[in-house]
């Protein structure tokens, strides 16, 4: 791999070499629909070529290319204290080698736990999850228990259509996407 470039600054905003990004690409066409596993990252309707991230620290990513960038999206908030902070490092290998998913309770998930109440006393109980789903099953079930509710109905693609507004929307307020509006995006109400 070449010597990394700068990231680009306001007054250099010229996309650098994409030819390795380019070949992941068409490879990547053949496995995922779009070519991406979220169409958050899809680019046929914005233009321009998907970057393949090699690596990251602290709040810059390294494209497969060589191309540095700010990365202003930190995994959607989780890396709150940018990629591979020394402290989470250590604390992720330190974990690993007692092992990473049990399937199972575990201290340090009641431990985690009382942290967030001490942080956000309103909080009378906690459920962790791992996906959309679990968050929505585990709402339903406070709501129903809330409300005494007996039934709930649910609609085909309500998730979907949903998260496609809010990505409009974000995309009609981004100065970087090739066209001012997503080809993929209804007009605004």
């Known amino acids: 791999?070449?010597?990394?470039?700068?990231?680009?600054?306001?007054?250099?905003?010229?996309?650098?070499?994409?030819?390795?990004?380019?070949?992941?690409?068409?490879?990547?066409?053949?496995?995922?629909?779009?070519?991406?596993?979220?169409?958050?990252?899809?680019?046929?309707?914005?233009?321009?070529?998907?970057?393949?991230?090699?690596?990251?620290?602290?709040?810059?990513?390294?494209?497969?290319?060589?191309?540095?960038?700010?990365?202003?999206?930190?995994?959607?908030?989780?890396?709150?204290?940018?990629?591979?902070?020394?402290v989470v490092t250590a604390a992720v290998e330190r974990q690993a080698r007692e092992g990473v998913l049990y399937g199972a309770s575990t201290r340090l998930e009641v431990e985690l736990a009382e942290r967030v109440k001490r942080f956000y006393p309103a909080a009378e109980r906690i459920r962790f999850v791992s996906t959309g789903t679990e968050a929505t099953m585990s709402a339903l079930r406070v709501a129903r228990a809330a409300t005494a509710a007996t039934a709930s109905s649910s609609w085909t693609a309500a998730t979907t259509a949903t998260a496609t507004r809010s990505w409009c929307a974000a995309a009609r307020g981004s100065r970087r996407w090739a066209s001012p509006i997503p080809p993929a995006c209804p007009p605004p109400r």
Request: hydrophobic content about 40%.
């Open 1 to 86: 791999m070449k010597e990394p470039q700068a990231p680009a600054t306001a007054a250099s905003r010229a996309p650098g070499p994409t030819a390795a990004s380019e070949a992941l690409q068409r490879r990547a066409l053949e496995c995922f629909p779009g070519g991406v596993n979220s169409p958050v990252r899809a680019f046929k309707g914005v233009g321009g070529v998907p970057r393949f991230i090699a690596s990251a620290r602290g709040a810059t990513i390294t494209d497969v290319d060589g191309n540095r960038y700010i990365d202003y999206v930190l995994g959607w908030g989780p890396i709150l204290l940018g990629h591979a902070h020394p």
